[in-house]
Structures are given as C-alpha cells and as structure tokens.
C-alpha cells in the first residue's frame, strides 16, 4: 500500500469535521462509539475507500461512506466531497425533533405540584408527543 493511501480512521474523520479535534476523534474510537460492521475499532484502524462506518457523536448516530481519502482538514464545502452519509433520513429528523419539543417550566416558588396537577402534565405531554407521531 502506497503511503497516501494509508490513513487512520481518527484522523479522516477529523479531516471530513465530524469531530472538532483529531483528540476527540481518538477518544470516541477508544469507547467504541466509532464502529465498523458492528463491530468497535481502534483510532490507528486504516480507512479503505468504500468501508461504512457508524460514528455515535452524542445524541446523534451518524453512518458514513468512505469515497475518497482526505488528510488534511479542509472547508466544510469540500469535506464533504470524500464520504457520502447515509444516515436514515428518521433518525435525523429524530433528533432535530428533540430540540423542538416544548419544555414545561413551574413558577418559582410554586411548590411541588399535586396529584392533580401531575396528571394535568402527564396528559398534556400525552397529546403533544401524540401529535408529533
């Protein structure tokens, strides 16, 4: 294998900005949050063109698709010219949707609420999740 062709798997997907440093690229690949067929590998793993991998950053669980090799960090606009996401389509909108669910807040100093009004908030979080389905 030629040297461009070798390339760590934590330093291609700090170079397409999937993660912010090459550090935390290394780091989610020692906990296992990047994986390749199921399976967890290590940050020297070598990237091949064509692999897909699973990168869990967060809440968020991204699939990738290697097309080409990128050692450098580069704009956002051209990263993305060498791996294709995959990502089903539901889990992204999954996650956006989390950041607009509405978020119940009690007056200050209102106190614990009652039985009463615990089921008043049961039932009206019942019905905005019941709309979002």
């Given at each position: 294998?030629?040297?461009?062709?070798?390339?760590?798997?934590d330093k291609y997907l700090w170079a397409i900005r999937a993660f912010k440093?090459?550090?935390?690229a290394t780091e989610a690949c020692k906990a296992g949050r990047v994986k390749l067929s199921g399976q967890a590998i290590k940050p020297a793993y070598?990237?091949?063109i064509g692999e897909?991998?699973?990168?869990?950053?967060?809440g968020l669980r991204k699939v990738i698709k290697v097309v080409d090799l990128l050692e450098r960090r580069v704009d956002a606009k051209t990263a993305?010219?060498?791996?294709e996401d995959l990502t089903p389509p539901e889990e992204t909108q999954a996650f956006k949707s989390a950041f607009l669910?509405?978020?119940?807040t009690r007056d200050?100093?209102?106190?614990r609420p009652t039985k009463k009004d615990?089921?008043?908030i049961d039932d009206l979080q019942e019905s905005w999740f019941d709309e979002e389905d």
């Open positions: 294998m030629a040297e461009k062709e070798k390339l760590r798997i440093t090459r550090s935390l070598v990237v091949k897909v991998y699973s990168v869990q950053k967060g993305v010219r060498f791996y669910a509405p978020v119940l200050r100093g209102a106190g615990r089921r008043e």
